[in-house]
């Protein structure tokens, strides 16, 4: 039995306690060099999975927000760039009802 199940275009996933161990065997993370990115890569039967994890900062109408926040942007599109094919699940904070406009 494994944990991550791939069918042809929709992905199903079970976790089992006796077995988790095994996701460090397909799992690995991804170098982002952004604190307010960060992601894990599985993979297994041919599949791949993305997930990623995101803190985008909060709005002080600032330079330097507006750089953080189009460098996080930045490296949510390098990330499906370099992984095209994968599948892609991202959470986090995203703090989009400040929208910062350049």
Do not use: W
Not at 67 to 80: K, S, T
């Amino acid at each position: 039995m494994s944990i991550f199940k791939c069918q042809k275009k929709v992905g199903t996933a079970k976790y089992d306690k006796k077995e988790s161990f095994v996701l460090n065997k397909y799992c690995h993370r991804i170098c982002t060099y952004n604190a307010a990115v960060c992601a894990v890569e599985c993979q297994m039967n041919g599949c791949s999975l993305v997930l990623g994890s995101v803190y985008m900062p909060c709005d002080d109408s600032t330079q330097e927000h507006a750089d953080d926040y189009e460098a996080a942007v930045d490296v949510l599109q390098c990330l499906l760039d370099r992984h095209i094919g994968s599948n892609f699940v991202f959470g986090g904070n995203f703090n989009t009802e400040n929208v910062v406009r350049i």
